[in-house]
């Protein structure tokens, strides 16, 4: 390495560190948006992006999920979610969990919530949910994993230990829903937090994510449905981003689908309603963007639960 090329990475260490976590191909504006992390069947657990969908499935639901993006690239993202919601008894409230791990290369980040959201009916078969949450981000680089050779050939002291940040904050959402179409609005960072001891260069730190979402099922028949869905993305200071997404359901039982991420990946997902309780699904990603040709696409895992806490209870169908 020579002594220039020495000199930038240890003026912008931590700089280098995230675009190294990005596996060097990406710039430093798509990594930051990893901070709220990408999820391929969003219209499945709501949740995971705005805290107003919280209990709007009318039971208690635990969901986990596992995502592996570009896969066979070194270093690339890998995502696992465990949420939890319910509404609470005899009341329009509802409360619920959510924890994400996020990994790119040595960067892991630990994410905790609680969400509420409270529930207006606004018509015999539709409500208006307005949710909030609170919770904290862990974040740590382990930055001796980089392992910088100094042009004295021996390891960059720099780069000896580990960089890591407690992130509290809180967001916010709406989302109205009926039997049949949802519409959601969230802000799930409402601050913008600075890392400590950051240069102006580097300007790492959380930014604001707005989300857009809606859906709607058209029935094509007894044993058809079809429900196209939206999903649009604005970071400050970054890209606008939509995502386009198409699921046909089949006897109530299978879902089949396809995504496509704005210059980013087309999707093909499928769901099975194992019961009317447990439901498993998974997508795979083909991305389509510069970095196609040296990845082997995007996997993501979901299974989801709805708990009877009534033995009384008849489930009915849940579209959302």
Request: charge should be positive; glycine fraction near 6%.
């Given at each position: 390495?020579?002594?220039?090329?020495?000199?930038?990475?240890?003026?912008?260490?931590?700089?280098?560190?995230?675009?190294?976590?990005?596996?060097m191909?990406?710039?430093?504006?798509?990594g930051?948006?990893?901070?709220?992390?990408?999820?391929?069947?969003?219209?499945?657990?709501?949740?995971?992006?705005?805290?107003?969908y919280?209990?709007?499935?009318?039971?208690?639901?635990?969901?986990?999920?596992?995502?592996?993006?570009w896969s066979?690239?070194?270093?690339?993202?890998?995502?696992?979610t465990?949420?939890?919601?319910?509404?609470?008894?005899?009341?329009?409230?509802?409360?619920?969990v959510v924890?994400?791990?996020?990994?790119?290369?040595?960067?892991?980040?630990?994410?905790?919530?609680?969400?509420?959201?409270?529930?207006?009916p606004?018509?015999?078969?539709?409500?208006?949910?307005?949710?909030?949450?609170?919770?904290?981000?862990?974040?740590?680089s382990?930055?001796?994993d980089?392992n910088?050779?100094t042009?004295?050939?021996?390891p960059?002291?720099?780069?000896?230990?580990?960089?890591?940040?407690y992130?509290?904050?809180?967001?916010?959402?709406?989302?109205?829903?009926?039997?049949s179409?949802?519409?959601?609005?969230?802000?799930?960072?409402l601050?913008?937090?600075?890392?400590?001891?950051?240069?102006?260069?580097t300007?790492?730190?959380?930014?604001?994510?707005?989300?857009?979402s809606?859906g709607?099922?058209?029935?094509?028949?007894?044993?058809?449905?079809?429900?196209?869905?939206?999903?649009?993305?604005?970071?400050?200071?970054?890209?606008?981003?939509?995502?386009?997404?198409?699921?046909l359901?089949?006897?109530?039982v299978?879902?089949?689908g396809?995504?496509?991420r704005m210059?980013?990946?087309v999707?093909g997902?499928?769901?099975?309603?194992?019961?009317?309780?447990?439901?498993?699904?998974?997508?795979?990603?083909?991305?389509?963007?510069?970095?196609?040709?040296?990845?082997?696409?995007?996997?993501?895992?979901v299974?989801n639960?709805?708990?009877?806490?009534?033995?009384?209870?008849v489930?009915?169908?849940?579209?959302?």
């Open positions: 390495m020579n002594s220039s090329l020495y000199a930038i990475l240890k003026q912008h260490r931590f700089h280098w560190i995230l675009v190294f976590s990005m596996c191909v990406l710039v430093s504006r798509q930051y948006s990893q901070q709220n992390p990408l999820f391929s069947q969003y219209m499945f657990n709501g949740l995971v992006i705005n805290p107003a919280t209990g709007s499935q009318e039971s208690m639901i635990i969901s986990a999920s596992h995502r592996s993006q066979g690239l070194e270093g690339s993202p890998q995502t696992q465990l949420t939890m919601h319910s509404p609470l008894k005899f009341t329009r409230s509802a409360a619920g924890f994400v791990h996020d990994q790119i290369a040595v960067t892991n980040q630990y994410t905790v919530y609680g969400t509420y959201a409270y529930r207006i606004v018509s015999e078969n539709a409500k208006l949910a307005l949710g909030a949450q609170v919770g904290v981000t862990y974040y740590k382990n930055l001796a980089v910088v050779i042009p004295n050939g021996v960059d002291p720099a780069f000896a230990g580990a960089e890591s940040r992130l509290p904050n809180l967001g916010i959402g709406a989302y109205y829903y009926s039997k179409s949802y519409i959601g609005l969230s802000l799930p960072t601050i913008n937090n600075q890392w400590e001891n950051q240069d102006a260069i300007q790492a730190r959380q930014k604001r994510h707005y989300f857009l809606a709607h099922v058209f029935d094509l028949g007894q044993n058809l449905k079809l429900k196209p869905n939206v999903l649009l993305k604005w970071e400050e200071g970054g890209p606008f981003q939509y995502d386009l997404n198409a699921n359901l089949i006897h109530e299978v879902w089949v396809v995504s496509y210059d980013d990946s999707d997902l499928i769901q099975w309603n194992i019961t009317k309780q447990l439901s498993f699904g998974y997508s795979y990603g083909y991305a389509i963007s510069n970095i196609a040709s040296i990845q082997r696409g995007t996997h993501e895992l299974l639960y709805r708990i009877k806490r009534d033995k009384h209870i489930f009915s169908p849940r579209y959302f």
